[in-house]
């Protein structure tokens, strides 16, 4: 089974930051993008940060300049770095990747579980 585990979010005063973490473990032989997407109650999901296999990177508009979107292939895992948070970044926030479990699989889609991030004013 191929699962994502994510860590780092809580509650973080405007202004700080928090580095979120995202292991992918399980049968997998690659892994293509991985990114991170947020979710408001009432709102759609969106993409916050995307990173490709490649290294190339993805942010939403509204981030930029302060969220750092990062990947070590080797273990497997995909980080998110926010800085200078705000109230409007309050969302949980949700991992993906892109993972084929050997050579000859297409790439499927795989979710983590979701981590609260709290900005307080």
């Known amino acids: 089974q191929v699962q994502l585990v994510e860590s780092g979010g809580g509650l973080v005063q405007a202004g700080g930051s928090l580095r979120l973490s995202c292991a992918a473990s399980?049968?997998?032989?690659?892994?293509?993008?991985m990114g991170w997407y947020r979710q408001s109650p009432g709102k759609q999901r969106e993409l916050v940060a995307r990173?490709?296999?490649?290294?190339?990177?993805n942010y939403a508009d509204s981030v930029k300049g302060r969220f750092t979107i990062s990947r070590d292939n080797v273990k497997n895992t995909v980080y998110l770095q926010m800085n200078t948070l705000k109230p409007e970044d309050t969302a949980v926030y949700y991992c993906?990747?892109?993972?084929?479990?050997?050579?000859?699989?297409?790439?499927?889609?795989?979710w983590g579980q979701g981590t609260q991030v709290t900005v307080s004013s």
């Open positions: 993906n990747a892109g993972v084929t479990r050997t050579r000859w699989e297409p790439f499927s889609n795989y």
């Open positions: 399980g049968s997998i032989f690659s892994i293509n993008a």
């Open positions: 990173v490709t296999s490649g290294g190339s990177t």
